[in-house]
């Protein structure tokens, strides 16, 4: 019930129906409402007994003490957490579960083990990562990559939004408080394992009928901006012989790029398209659009990267819809290869499903129906970046629809329980061996 | 000297070279710099003994009496002023000519006259006309449209500005200070004539060997909002099949405008074009574009639009780039059919502009050579809107590659000289008929 009410206080956003929770969500980040949701989580952690810190990214770390930390080691360090990670931040229009779900169990799961008077042996905890989607500063999971040494911090603090005035990540860390000292990095900040709960955000678990999905791996994935430049003529008065309309050459290479993603399974989206001057009567003189590719394979990923690049030059310099040339600059913002997560932590996540699910249907053999052992992630996730660093894996439960970074998104009571109770009890399967 | 110099002192934006005048214009109607250019147009029109009136769309009336002024009429009303009309808003991205051209040509004339005490017979005078680039209000030519009753008043005051905060024309008139009381219409306010210097702003003149051009009337053009709906959904986890690509239907939409103008001699063009959510990672739910169709019949233009419409509805339906079906609508925010100007007018042009040729090469068969005798305009120009109310025609002078609505519009100071010329003599053939 908690995990499933709380969802939706901070930035309710696009209400879709008349239901309490028939809203989705607009939490970009490190913007006031996520400065709420965040001294919430602060709050709620520390009454749970935790120590909590902020790393330079404004990533939180939360920490319960394990019995080891009780034991006095010979260099006098503790021993690294076991971390239940997800994000706090939305889509502009997006919906009530995607990353707040892993952070709320998280949460539960703590308040579980003090309800319980459980004592683990290592310490255990809850991470929220910074700007995990993407949508207000242009890379996707920036904080958990900084953590993983995968991206510069410089490069992270001086991102700036994708809309709005332009404000740099750093800057918007300082306003709402969040810029802490902690260094962000795997190696000051080590981690034994990193297990996230997740929506699918995909149709697969509920097209076939299942409960949860261990996640064995995500899918490579890159995020271009690309800009084309052309002339700013008059609608009016100019033939098309003389125009160089960067809004009709850009066109011609979505157009192409989806098109070959559709024969070569690459999945090809346009997210951002931005037109200036962007005046009905101006032939655009530049665009500027994102460019998301996606496959299971990066070899695919990158040969289809380079097939495009050779075709936007050729679009651009004899464009069909335009009478003169164009130029075309890419600039790549995300690169997130495929990943594959630890054998030891999917284990756990099959074995606690098992079990959360065998007790559930009290038969182990219909039990063994509801899991999906086999799943690749289509999303990217922080714990793409935690499992170049730490032992990693992922639980997905089923996404009504399918649907996801829409106001509709949804996952029922019962799954979002069920997957946070598989969530503590792969930290303490993981925890005990 | 005046001409050339004083275009680029409010406004000026987008150096495209070192020199003093090589610059564009960012002008949108209303804005700050549109109120400083007024105060300026106000201030000089006073002092060249004009009376100065504003109307209900900031359109700004200057009026120098004529010896009819003083002879008592049975009824106490005056002659209707022969009026030289433009506008002093610009593009985003504007030249310095476009418009402000006009303007300044006209005060030229009026301290022509001044200078030389030139008595005219019916009163002459300069208006400047509110927003007729559209490219901040979408709607061109929107104030000369409602003097002509073609426009009705409520629709114009709540016309919303482009991009910004949608604040509307009424609000921005009244800010800057120029709602005026005077009634906007062609009944209150008639004029005997209106004749407007312009830059070309397309290519045929310079092409032609032509110094100037006498206009015979304008291209049949249309304006639309075109928004297009689907649904937003993850671009990572979502398959082809199951999207409704709102930017994919969109494109699909505007290539085959793009390609059926092209067969059937119709210009489109889309200069605005937005995304929403505009997230990398959200598939667009929600597309809204621009459409600008031209034709010089009225009759392709019609039939032009009738076959777009019945074909994006199919291309909404059944997408081929967009798993599932989206939705179109069409809003109508210009409509602007083909317009012919008037004989006596257009010969008064004709002889004006022989008559300064003449005078200039010593060589009248030199000059008839140097006269581009029927024009029609691409571009809509207020001349449009009063040609329906008033005797009315414009004079063309040459635009250098035919480049407008661009930082690097430009027309020479020989031009610009010239066409003020042809102007002033127009006005003044009118007047002695
Ligand atoms: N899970 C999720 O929506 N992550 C954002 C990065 C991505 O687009 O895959
Ligand atoms: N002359 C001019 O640029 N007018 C604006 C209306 C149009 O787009 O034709």
Redesign the pocket.
């Known amino acids: 019930r908690n995990i499933h009410e709380t969802c939706s206080q901070f930035g309710a956003a696009h209400r879709w129906g008349p239901g309490e929770n028939d809203t989705g969500m607009n939490r970009l980040a490190l913007t006031d409402a996520d400065k709420q949701v965040r001294n919430w989580f602060v709050k709620e952690a520390r009454a749970l007994g935790c120590e909590v810190e902020v790393d330079e990214m404004g990533n939180i770390w939360a920490i319960r003490d394990g019995v080891s930390d009780r034991r006095p080691t010979k260099d006098g360090k503790r021993l690294p957490p076991v971390m239940m990670g997800s994000h706090l931040d939305t889509q502009p229009r997006g919906g009530r579960y995607?990353?707040v779900l892993g952070v709320m169990a998280g949460l539960e799961a703590l308040r579980a083990l003090k309800e319980q008077n459980v004592k683990t042996w290592r310490p255990v905890g809850v991470v929220c990562w910074t700007n995990?989607?993407?949508a207000r500063f242009p890379v996707?999971?920036v904080s958990s990559g900084v953590w993983a040494g995968e991206i510069p911090l410089e490069r992270a603090h001086s991102l700036k939004e994708v809309s709005g005035e332009g404000k740099t990540m750093k800057e918007e860390l300082e306003r709402i408080g969040y810029l802490g000292d902690k260094k962000c990095s795997f190696e000051e900040m080590p981690m034994a394992a990193h297990f996230e709960l997740?929506i699918e955000?995909g149709p697969i678990l509920e097209a076939k009928g299942k409960k949860v999905g261990v996640v064995r791996g995500s899918q490579a994935?890159k995020w271009f901006t690309i800009e084309v430049v052309g002339k700013e003529a008059h609608t009016g008065t100019t033939p098309y012989a003389q125009r160089a309309d960067a809004l009709m050459v850009a066109n011609s290479m979505i157009r192409y790029a989806r098109y070959k993603g559709e024969v070569q399974g690459v999945l090809v989206s346009v997210g951002v398209y931005q037109v200036f001057p962007g005046s009905v009567n101006t032939i655009p003189g530049r665009v500027k659009f994102s460019l998301?590719i996606r496959s299971p394979s990066d070899h695919t990923l990158v040969s289809f990267e380079r097939r495009l690049r050779r075709k936007f030059d050729v679009i651009a310099e004899r464009p069909g819809f335009s009478g003169l040339p164009c130029s075309v600059t890419w600039q790549e913002d995300t690169n997130s290869p495929a990943q594959g997560f630890d054998e030891r932590c999917c284990k756990a996540v099959k074995e606690s499903a098992l079990s959360v699910l065998g007790a559930e249907t009290g038969d182990l053999e219909q039990a063994l129906g509801l899991v999906k052992y086999q799943m690749v992630s289509?999303?990217?996730?922080d714990s793409v970046n935690t499992a170049k660093r730490c032992p990693t894996s992922m639980i997905f439960v089923p996404s009504k629809g399918g649907l996801?970074?829409h106001p509709e998104e949804f996952t029922s009571e019962e799954d979002c329980v069920r997957g946070a109770q598989v969530l503590l009890e792969s930290v303490l399967r993981f925890d005990r061996e």
């Open positions: 995607d990353g995990e989607e993407g996707s999971m997740h955000q994935y998301d289509g999303a990217g996730h996801s970074h």
